[in-house]
Each structure stands twice: as structure tokens, then as C-alpha cells.
């Protein structure tokens, strides 16, 4: 089983939608969260972290749920510059970073 | 401007060659990472260092071999051990147990 894992998609959806992306993590040891964006043949770009309250930034909003051992990623009014591959990370005590294979959104005019 | 930077963006090896892609931040980060992306597949750990002239091994380090002699630099050598070595190779740094930014990586084919 994968330390973490993401529906690898891709999605498509038209402008103007909301989507959502679930991950699960194995590791109950993992403190903290983030989701990165990652665009074709780029490097991975933080998106924003992920905390138990839950935190919104603009269209996007972040849930941890450490009960169920998942990260959700909600994105409203989709626009044609969010289609990449969205990155869902979890950080264990000191350097170890676990990435997920990641989940492909195309959004559509 | 602050950021990290790798060089070569694209790189070539020969059967039987060493290479070295070139890490350099100027973040004064603690904590470098060289990680490998294959199509499809999430980031793999290759080594870090969370000090200078200190280097741990990562998920798959066989085949390859670092050094951190500046705490601005981290190169990575692709060794000829390293059988299957085309990948995107990325380069990160963070403060210590914090976020980890990335350089724009290197893509690496064989010849």
C-alpha cells in the first residue's frame, strides 16, 4: 500500500465548477499537510497547507480529517489556468516527506 | 533574487558515465533534498542533508552519491551503477522541518 495515495484522475470539468480531491495517508505519525501544484514538465509549487481546522485560501479550501487518515482538496469556480496535477504531501516528524502521485485536473472552456 | 537553481535543465548519459546536476540555493535553508520523478509517479526521496558536510540516504539512493561541502550547494552525481537513470530529477530546500521549495529540475535521458 502506498504511504499516500490520490485518485490519479485526470478530472475534467468545465469553468465555472467545483472538484474535489480526496487523499489518504497510512502513516498516523504524519504531522503536518500540504497540497502542492504541479504543471507539465515544472517543478511542484506549494499550494497551500493543510490544517485540522481547515483553512481556505481564495477558491480553494484544505480539510484533514486525522481520524480517517485523509486530506481533501475543494477548488470552486474552476478556471482554465487550474488544470495541472495537484500533489498531496504528508510530512512525518523531522525531514521525511512523503508525495502522492498526484491527481490531474484538465478544466474545459 | 532568492530561489534555488539547477543546472543543466536537460542532460545527456552515456553507458558507463558519471554525471552531476547541480543544486544551488541562496535561501540560507539548512535542509537540501534530491528527489526523482518518473511519469505517472509520485516524487521519490534520493538523498537529503540537514547540515553541512552531513548527507542521509533517501528511498532509493543506489546509484547515485552526494556531497554538501556549502551549505548554498548539493550536487547530485548519476553514477553508472544507476541502470535506469532517465527521470526528472528535482532539487529542494527547506528551514529545518518546514516547507520544501524546489528548483526547476533537471531532465535526464540516455543516450
Known amino acids: 500500500r502506498k504511504e499516500v495515495e490520490q485518485d490519479p484522475g485526470p478530472f475534467n470539468v468545465p469553468e465555472g465548477a467545483t472538484v474535489a480531491f480526496n487523499c489518504t495517508y497510512s502513516?498516523?505519525?504524519?504531522?503536518?499537510f500540504f497540497w502542492y501544484r504541479q504543471d507539465c514538465r515544472k517543478e511542484p509549487k506549494l499550494l497551500m497547507s493543510v490544517y485540522s481546522s481547515g483553512n481556505e485560501d481564495g477558491r480553494f479550501t484544505a480539510q484533514l480529517n486525522r481520524a480517517s487518515q485523509y486530506i481533501s482538496l475543494l477548488i470552486r469556480d474552476s478556471k482554465l489556468s487550474d488544470s495541472a496535477t495537484y500533489l498531496c504531501v504528508a510530512r512525518l516528524r523531522g525531514f521525511k516527506t512523503i508525495f502522492g502521485a498526484g491527481t490531474r485536473l484538465f478544466v474545459k472552456a | 533574487d532568492g530561489g534555488i537553481t539547477q543546472s543543466p535543465k536537460y542532460l545527456f548519459r552515456k553507458e558507463g558515465q558519471n554525471v552531476t546536476l547541480s543544486c544551488e540555493q541562496n535561501l540560507n535553508h539548512d535542509a537540501m533534498y534530491w528527489y526523482r520523478q518518473d511519469p505517472g509517479q509520485g516524487l521519490r526521496l534520493i538523498y537529503y542533508?540537514?547540515?553541512?558536510?552531513?548527507?542521509q540516504k533517501g528511498d532509493i539512493a543506489e546509484g547515485y552519491s552526494v556531497s554538501r561541502e556549502k551549505k548554498e550547494s548539493f550536487p547530485l552525481t548519476v553514477t553508472s551503477a544507476q541502470k535506469n537513470p532517465t527521470a526528472f530529477y528535482l532539487c529542494?530546500?527547506?528551514?529545518?522541518?518546514?516547507?520544501?521549495?524546489f528548483g526547476a529540475g533537471t531532465r535526464l535521458s540516455v543516450l
Open positions: 542533508s540537514q547540515i553541512v558536510n552531513d548527507f
Open positions: 502513516n498516523s505519525a504524519s504531522q503536518s
Open positions: 529542494a530546500s527547506s528551514a529545518q522541518g518546514d516547507i520544501q521549495y
